[in-house]
């Protein structure tokens, strides 16, 4: 408003000056012509100066007329009017780590059914695009948008897609299946982008950790144990397996007892590269009657 309330003034100077020509000083005729020149070339830098605005690169701006939004304009050269101001908004890709100090503590979430709680690290890229004018009217500032929009949403978002979520499911019911984290991250995601207001878009979101209460974390590392433990039965019955069926070939064969050993050495030595244990009763001994692998 001073820049337009200024322009008007110097035109208006400047017009009288060149209309008026000359005036008298102590009786004397002096000129004011150029003076009007002056003020008129003046005048014509500062609206140009007042009517140009440069967006930078990766900003958005909300042009605003008498204290009220009236367009959204993108990163480039362009021309407003002089009782219009620009707004610049940072329209790169903004990083907001919720992973546990003191000016992004986790979030808090409550899960079965309310019946337990959790702290959720998340990790949120979000960014500003498209027309901006009702955030600019709701919110005035960028610094408030991620402030009062963009983390309480975040924190509407994790509370509802986690409150029936179980992560004992496996432990009640074999047949069920826990849903991921990957399946909660695109959960999350689309619930927030549907309540954010429009102009604001998330990018990414990554759940990278939960921190479970102790009587949780305690069930989920026995259950986890218990996994280890029974892939590694498996993997002892599966090698028993394999031994047994390589000893039935080698001692139905009909070969001499040097023939027997020299190929149980070499299945051994394949056991071997294949990764499986060789048990202690293995061996390439052969019987005097016929062949006999112990």
Same mark, same amino acid.
């Not at 005035?140 to 509802?160: G, T």
């Not at 982008?193 to 429009?198: D, E, F, G, S």
């Not at 027997?260 to 001994?285: D, N, P, Y």
């Given at each position: ?136 009217? !709701? ?10 929009? =963009? /983390?309480?949403?975040?924190?509407? $978002?994790?509370? *509802? %897609? ?40 998330? !990018? ?10 102790? =009587? /949780?974390?305690?069930?989920?590392? $026995?259950?986890? *144990? %218990? ?68």
């Amino acid at each position: 408003m001073f820049i337009t309330v200024l322009i008007v003034v110097l035109f208006v100077l400047a017009i009288g000056c060149l209309f008026k020509g000359t005036v008298r000083l102590d009786g004397d005729p002096f000129r004011i012509r150029w003076i009007g020149v002056v003020l008129l070339g003046v005048g014509f830098l500062v609206l140009g100066l007042a009517t140009i605005v440069v967006v930078p690169t990766k900003n958005e701006g909300v042009v605003i007329a008498f204290g009220k939004p009236v367009d959204t304009i993108h990163n480039g050269i362009h021309v407003v009017a002089p009782w219009e101001d620009v707004a610049d908004y940072d329209a790169t890709v903004q990083t907001l780590d919720m992973s546990g100090n003191d000016e992004t503590p986790t979030l808090h979430v409550r899960m079965l059914a309310g019946r337990a709680t959790a702290d959720v690290n998340v990790t949120l890229n979000w960014r500003l695009e498209g027309d901006i004018q009702q955030l600019h009217k !709701d919110w005035r500032e960028f610094s408030h948008i991620q402030k009062f929009v =963009v /983390i309480p949403r975040l924190q509407d $978002a994790l509370n *509802k %897609e986690f409150t029936d979520y179980d992560p004992l499911v496996a432990l009640k019911n074999a047949d069920a299946k826990p849903v991921t984290m990957s399946e909660m991250e695109i959960r999350v995601a689309e619930r927030l982008q549907r309540n954010l207001p429009a102009g604001v878009f998330i !990018d990414h979101l990554q759940i990278p950790l939960v921190i479970y209460p102790p =009587v /949780i974390q305690d069930a989920l590392n $026995a259950y986890q *144990k %218990e996994l280890a433990n029974t892939q590694v039965a498996l993997q002892q019955k599966s090698t028993a397996q394999a031994q047994k069926d390589a000893l039935d070939i080698l001692a139905q064969a009909r070969m001499s007892p040097e023939a027997f050993q020299q190929q149980c050495l070499i299945m051994t030595e394949r056991l071997a590269q294949q990764g499986k244990q060789i048990s202690l009763t293995w061996s390439c001994v052969a019987g005097g009657a016929g062949v006999v692998a112990k």
